[in-house]
């Protein structure tokens, strides 16, 4: 039962332009949402995060948008530069725990070209 | 401090086999999970500990998966008669209570092969 999905298995940008990557769930109790970032050999770094008070969020280059209604997320990617190429998971986290249960979609392998 | 450590980084083991894992947390992290990532897929809640106890496990842990942090510090993850499906990287991350408490911060993973 998959309830993050990423249904983009990859993406290829050129480098300076947008970078636009999709999430959607369907467990309507999550309520924290976080993207990370993982290159090869290594385990996933925390990117960003956002929670169900708020639509967006903003860090430098990376922006989260959640859209509660659809149950969308999207990470934006502006502009973007070959060292963003990675594998990005998107992950929820429900309202009832008290601790950090995430789930986590497949993952989105990010490649911007230079 | 140099975040999560995990070891070993790779074990391969033969169907049938114990293998055991260890994770050092973030020193100052009282929270420690236990991920499991297959290929293609996300990573996956296996178990969750705060100090010493272990207060979640997921039904993917079967009665052939252990875990334990014994002091609070440390913690091992223990596989017992290995399958082939067992394959799959083991992730241990960490968080700490309060402030921070919601971001996870990953080991670079134990990678298990089962042959």
């Known amino acids: 039962d998959q309830q993050v999905k990423q249904n983009s298995p990859s993406l290829s940008v050129q480098e300076g332009r947008i970078s636009i990557l999709n999430c959607d769930y369907t467990?309507?109790?999550?309520?924290?949402f976080l993207w990370y970032k993982k290159y090869p050999a290594e385990g996933p770094t925390f990117l960003i995060s956002?929670?169900?008070?708020?639509d967006k969020n903003e860090d430098g280059r990376f922006t989260v948008f959640l859209n509660k209604s659809a149950k969308h997320l999207s990470l934006h990617i502006v502009p973007s530069q070959p060292g963003d190429s990675a594998v990005y998971f998107c992950?929820?986290?429900?309202?009832?725990?008290?601790?950090?249960?995430?789930?986590f979609g497949s993952g989105t392998k990010l490649n911007v070209k230079p | 401090d140099t975040g999560v450590s995990q070891d070993p980084r790779h074990k391969i083991t033969k169907r049938g086999q114990n293998v055991t894992f260890r994770c050092d947390p973030i020193?100052?992290?009282?929270?420690l999970y236990w991920y499991r990532q297959t290929l293609g897929q996300g990573p996956e809640f296996l178990t969750y500990?705060?100090?010493?106890?272990?207060?979640?496990k997921s039904r993917l842990l079967s009665d052939r998966f252990s875990a334990e942090r014994p002091k609070g510090s440390f913690s091992t993850l223990e596989i017992q008669r290995t399958e082939q499906g067992d394959s799959a990287m083991y992730l241990c991350?960490?968080?700490?209570?309060?402030?921070?408490?919601?971001?996870?911060?990953f080991g670079a993973g134990s990678r298990l092969t089962v042959l």
């Open positions: 991350a960490s968080s700490p209570v309060g402030l921070g408490a919601n971001v996870l911060t």
């Open positions: 467990n309507s109790m999550f309520d924290y």
């Open positions: 956002i929670s169900s008070i708020k």
């Open positions: 992950a929820a986290s429900p309202a009832l725990y008290n601790f950090n249960k995430f789930y």
């Open positions: 020193s100052e992290h009282n929270r």
């Open positions: 500990f705060q100090n010493e106890a272990q207060l979640e």
